[in-house]
Structures are given as structure tokens and as C-alpha cells.
């Protein structure tokens, strides 16, 4: 059962460690870290994706920065209170970390796979240039009654397809994950740059129960 709850879940990226590990948690005497790693995209951009790495995986004291891995794991959420509100924060939790000579030029850097549940009305809208855009909140269930929300995004006609979801519908995901810088409003003069995460969703399809 567990193993069947995992595979709803998987991420493959790889790319340049770009950050100093920097602690995070502890579980049962476990300690968790995040990095940072700068993931390329077919075109000149990247994506600087956070990992959450345990200290039994890796060395979390050593320097990393400059080396190319290939991380397997799986896309995660939590709630972060802050400012009297819950944030949404995502990051790859690390199941296994491969050192690699290099960080080859193809969609192959960047690929997730998600079984999961719309658990919020999907939000469909065109952009000034007439580009057909629907975000989604999944809900991916997580073995011990815990479940990740992941923010999906998927452009014309899947957008359109998904425009038609209710909440409770299960669908199948397919695409990569990528970063987005926004400004987010602390008060009337003051706003600071933030990054959202989310998945850009390349094939999706509904699940019949």
C-alpha cells in the first residue's frame, strides 16, 4: 500500500547545487536540510528548485556548490504560519541524490508525475494576448493520512479541459517544475520579491474510479 501511495508522486531533476545547506527540521532525530538547485530549461532561463534533503542521504556539512546532481523524490508541501496566515511551501524531498559529470540540455532535467485530487474550483482566465491558462490546486495523497497540495498550471487546451474539472476529480499529471518570481505586497509603500513554485503541466489525464 505504501509503495502504491509513493509512485502517485515522483520528480526526477537535475541540475547545479547552488546554495549551502541550511537546516529545516528534525524527525525523530533525523535532521532535514534545504538547498538550493538551478535546474536549466530548454531555453537560456532555469529553475532554482529547493531541496529538502536528510542528513543521513548526504554530508549536509560539506560544500556542494558547483556540482551537478540528479536527485529522485517527491514534490512536497507544507503549511508555514507567518503574518497571521498559512503559506503554502513546496519543496523536492530527496529519496535518492546521484553526483553527475554534467547537466544535459533536455526536458529530461525536469520531470514530475503527479496522481492526485482537485481539491479547489480550477481558476481558468486568458492573458492579454489571448493565451488560454487554468491553474489547479492537487491534492496527492501521502502515506499515514497526509496529503501535498500542489499548484498546477496548464496552458490552451489543456486548459480548456481543465477549466470543466470539479473538486474531487482525480487526474493524472504530467510536466516539470518551475520557478516564478512575484511581488508580494507587505503593506501600502512596501512590497518584497518572492518566488512561487509550481508545476507547469506538459499531458494530463482524467482518472475513472
Not at 514534490?75 to 529519496?95: G, I, P, T
Not at 481558468?124 to 493520512?145: F, H, S
Request: net charge negative; aromatic share 10%; glycine share 6%.
Amino acid at each position: 500500500m505504501t509503495d502504491k501511495v509513493i509512485e502517485n508522486n515522483q520528480v526526477v531533476v537535475m541540475g547545479e547545487i547552488v546554495s549551502d545547506f541550511v537546516f529545516s527540521h528534525e524527525i525523530f532525530g533525523e535532521g532535514f536540510y534545504m538547498v538550493d538547485v538551478n535546474v536549466p530549461r530548454l531555453s537560456d532561463s532555469s529553475d532554482v528548485i529547493p531541496l529538502m534533503v536528510s542528513e543521513r542521504l548526504l554530508d549536509v556539512q560539506e560544500d556542494y556548490k558547483g556540482l551537478n546532481v540528479m536527485v529522485q523524490g517527491q514534490f512536497r508541501s507544507y503549511n508555514r504560519h507567518e503574518e497571521r496566515k498559512n503559506r503554502l511551501v513546496l519543496s523536492v524531498f530527496a529519496r535518492e541524490i546521484e553526483f553527475v559529470d554534467e547537466t544535459p540540455e533536455s526536458s529530461k532535467t525536469n520531470q514530475i508525475y503527479l496522481d492526485g485530487y482537485i481539491c479547489k474550483e480550477p481558476i481558468y482566465r486568458k492573458t492579454p494576448l489571448g493565451r488560454e491558462i487554468a491553474d489547479l490546486l492537487l491534492a496527492v495523497n501521502r502515506p499515514y493520512g497526509k496529503s501535498d497540495y500542489i499548484p498546477c498550471i496548464c496552458w490552451g487546451r489543456n486548459a480548456r479541459f481543465a477549466s470543466n474539472f470539479s473538486v474531487g476529480t482525480r487526474c493524472e499529471i504530467w510536466g516539470r517544475i518551475q520557478s516564478r518570481e512575484y511581488m508580494k505586497r507587505i503593506s501600502d509603500d512596501d512590497a518584497e520579491k518572492r518566488v512561487a513554485y509550481e508545476v507547469s503541466v506538459s499531458k494530463l489525464e482524467l482518472v475513472e474510479e
